[in-house]
C-alpha cells in the first residue's frame, strides 16, 4: 500500500497496512470498546451527539494530510498514521551512532522503551480527561470546535502509542494498553503518571494556557522522540508532531485574543494603569496582571514535565539512542556527548548558580532550555499586540525555580525573579505571583457560554481568520444535531 496514504476499508484507519497484520489488527479491535467507553465517559461532556467541523487525516503527506467534515466525536475516525519509512535512516547518536535504526525492540531496551511509550501515551488521554468539562463554557463555536479538534486528536495521539505497544510489546505492551484506559486524571488511587496532567483546567483561560505551555512540552518531547533509533517511534511522533502544531496555534491565539480584548476595552474606557485591577474586571474582561499570574502556574507546571535537570534515566535513554536532543541531526557536535559538559542551574549553599554538570545527564536541562527559549518567542508574540494597543504592560517567564515540584528547586520557594525566600514569607506573597482563589471565581464568573454562530463572549476577540478559511458566522458545531 502506499503510506501516504490513509486506508479507511478497516474499522481502524491506518497507514500501517493492518489489513495483513491480523494479530495487531485483532489487538486493536479488541481494545476499541473500552476505548470508546472511556471516551463516552471521559471525553467532553455533553457534546457527544452534537455534530462538530473537524478534520480528518486522510493522508500522511504535509501538503494535503487533512479533510473537513461535519462529525459526531464517537465517530471521529481514530487511526494509527506513520510518517513514511526512511529504508536508509540511522540511529543519529548516543553509543550505536551509524547503526541501521531498529525496526525492532532492541532486547536490551525494552522496559526502558516501554516506559517512554506509556508516558507518552498516558498524557494523551489525561489532556481530555482535564477538559471534558471545557465545552459547557465555550465562549464561541469556533472556540468550541477548536477545543473537540484538540481532544479528539490526543485521542489519536492514544491510539498511535496503543499501536505501538500492541505491535512491539506483546503481553505487556497489550496490559499497558488496558492501564491507560484505566488512570484518571486528579484520581486519587489511580491518577495519570506526570504531575501537570493531574492538576484541574477550569476555566478557558487554563486551556490556553495548557495548549500554549503543556503541549509545548509535548512538542519538545515528541521532537525528541522523534529522533529515536527505534524507527516505528519516529515515524509515529513525526507525524504526531503535524497535529501538535495546532495545538500550540489555539494556545498562542487563544490568549493573544484575550490580551487584545483586555487591551481594546481598557484603551475604550480611558484605563491607562494595567494594576488597577477592579476598574478592568469592571470590563468584564481579564486584567493583564490576572493573566502573568495564570502564565506562571502553567509555565512552572510545565516546566516539572521535563524532570530533573540532573538525570541518569535521561543519559541511558541518550546513550541507548531511544530519546535524542530537540534537533539532534541539525547539531554540529559528536552526538555522543561522553566528553561534554553542559551548564545547568542548580542550588549551591543556599544560592541559584549555573553550574558544569557531564552532558549526558544533562540533557532534560538542555531540552527544558529550548523549550523555554521558545516558549519566549511566543511570550513575546504577546507583548506585541499589548504594545500595538498602547498599554504599558509586559508579560515575563518566571524563573525556573519559581514554583517547582520536581528536581533541583522543588525544596526551595523563589519569587518569579529567582529570589530565594522563606516558606512564612512565599505563604505571604504567593497570591501576588498565582491565581488566588478569588482569581479563580473572577474568571468562572466571566465563562458563560456563547453559541450563536458568528458571536463571541466578551472577554475574549475574534480570531483573525476562521478553520478551514470558513466565514465568521460558520456553525462551526451544531451542537443540538
Ligand atoms: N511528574 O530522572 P527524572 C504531551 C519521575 S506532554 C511525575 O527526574 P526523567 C502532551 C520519572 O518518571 C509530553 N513524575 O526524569 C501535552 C522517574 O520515575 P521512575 C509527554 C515525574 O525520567 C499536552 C523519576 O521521577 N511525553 O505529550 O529523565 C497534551 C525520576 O525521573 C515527573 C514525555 O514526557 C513529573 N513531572 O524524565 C497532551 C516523553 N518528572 O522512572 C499531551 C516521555 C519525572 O524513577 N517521558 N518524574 O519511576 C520522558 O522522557 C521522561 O519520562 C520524563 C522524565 C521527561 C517525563
New binding site residues.
Partial sequence: MNVMNVDYTTKIPNNVNLAEDRQVLKALEGWHPGYLDWWNDMGPEGFQESLVYLRTAISVDPKGWAKFDYVRMPEYRWGVLLAPQDEARLVNFGQHKGEKAWQEVPGEYRAMLR??VV??GD??P??VEQQRHLGKTAPSLYDMRNLFQVNVE?GR?LWAMVYLLQKYFGRDGREEADDLLRRRSGDEDSPR????FNEATPDWLSFFM?TFF??R??KM??ES?AQSGFDPLSRTTRFMLTEEAH?MFVGETGVGRVLQRTCEAMKAAGIEDPNDIEKVRALGVIDLPTMQKKMNLHYSLSL?????EV????AN?YNAGL?GRFQETKIEDDHRLTDDIYQVLKMVDGEIKLVDEPALTAL?MRLRDDYTADCAKGVERWNKIIEKAGVNFRLELPHTAFHRQ??EFANVQATPKGIIVSDAEWARIRNDYLPSTADGDFISSLMTPVSEPGKFANWISPPKVGIDNKPGDFEYVKIAA
Fill in positions: 516506559r517512554l508516558i507518552q498524557t494523551e489525561a489532556s490526543e495521539h503518571m506526570l504531575g501537570a495548557f503543556t503541549d512540552d509535548g518531547q515528541l522522540l495545538h516539572d514535565l521535563f524532570g530533573s538525570s541518569t534515566n535521561a535513554f530519546k532534560n520536581i528536581g
